[in-house]
């Protein structure tokens, strides 16, 4: 799966990384809102496979929509966009590389038994009319 199409289907971690940045864009360092800040992907996707999780974080930018277009039209080199990715905080890339390393712990619901949860609640608020 692609980064982007990844990101798209966790938006928690992508609304995350959007944080991570101090929600300002990369280029221009504009304030950024929840709607307005994207992230750019920049890697292909064979070699997005073989890398971690963790490892990605040097092919995405948080950019703002202006930001965002002017670097698709103007087709700046993958070199150039790995300098500005590169040229983060060392903080906020460990910010970033801990959010999309991060795996949920799976959920168990605890087992009980609702019913009988029904009946003592019920109890206990009416008297034993159940």
């Avoid at 073989?50 to 950019?63: I, K, N, S, T, W």
Wanted: glycine residues 6%; hydrophobic residues 30%.
């Amino acid at each position: 799966m692609s980064l982007s199409r990844f990101l798209l289907s966790h938006p928690e971690k992508a609304c995350s990384i959007r944080r991570a940045v101090n929600s300002r864009c990369e280029i221009c360092g504009g304030l950024l809102t929840e709607e307005s800040a994207e992230i750019h992907c920049f890697c292909d996707t064979e070699k997005e496979e073989r890398l971690d999780p963790a490892g990605l974080e040097r092919f995405l930018l948080v950019l703002c929509s202006g930001c965002h277009e002017s670097l698709h039209d103007s087709g700046a080199a993958i070199r150039d966009q790995e300098t500005l990715a590169q040229g983060r905080e060392k903080e906020v890339s460990r910010r970033i590389q801990r959010i999309l390393s991060s795996v949920p712990r799976n959920y168990e619901p605890p087992d009980s038994d609702v019913e009988g949860a029904y009946r003592d609640a019920c109890a206990s608020r009416y008297g034993n009319l159940i």
